[in-house]
Each structure stands twice: as C-alpha cells, then as structure tokens.
C-alpha cells in the first residue's frame, strides 16, 4: 500500500502548526517574503480536547481567538481545515 505522503502533488509539514502558520500568513510575520508557498488547500489538525490537562491545550484554546484566525488566513478561497 502507498503513503499519500509520497505523492509528488503533496507538501507536508510537520511542525509546530501554530508558529508556522503565524510566521507565515500573519501580519505580524517579519519573514512572510522568504515563504514561497501559496495558501493552504487542506489543514488537517489534529487537536488535543480541551479538557486534556497539557499545557498546549490550554494555550491552543486560551487564544482560540488568534490561533484559528491564524489558520484561516493561512486557507485559500476554497480551502477547508479538519
């Protein structure tokens, strides 16, 4: 069986989602220019429940506000995040 992530049409990143994406979509991102990739078509997020006690939890969902605002800058028109 083949991994998707082989496929040529595919870019995968593997990193912290959330300074990733502010790095590079956000209008506080000093280095926006050097990323040469257009926006997302597809984030597929897998998030840790709220009421998990892991300090990143309580990070993602304390600034909820800015963290999805983030990722959706980071979508194209018709992108979608799952």
């Known amino acids: 069986m083949e991994w998707c992530g082989e496929d040529s049409?595919?870019?995968?990143?593997?990193e912290n989602a959330i300074s990733?994406?502010?790095s590079r979509f956000s209008?506080?991102?000093?280095d926006k220019e050097e990323y040469e990739?257009?926006?997302f078509d597809v984030l597929?997020?897998?998030?840790?429940?709220?009421?998990?006690?892991i300090p990143?939890?309580?990070i993602l969902y304390t600034l909820v506000r800015s963290s999805f605002e983030y990722l959706y800058d980071?979508?194209?028109d018709d992108?979608?995040?799952v």
Do not use: H, N, T
Request: hydrophobic share 35%; with cysteine; charged share 30%.
């Open 27 to 30: 209008d506080e991102a000093d």
């Open 20 to 22: 990733c994406i502010k």
């Open 74 to 76: 980071s979508l194209s």
């Open 9 to 14: 049409r595919a870019e995968m990143y593997c």
């Open 37 to 39: 990739g257009g926006p």
């Open 44 to 53: 597929i997020m897998d998030a840790l429940d709220p009421q998990d006690d």
């Open 56 to 58: 990143f939890a309580r």
């Open 79 to 81: 992108g979608v995040m």
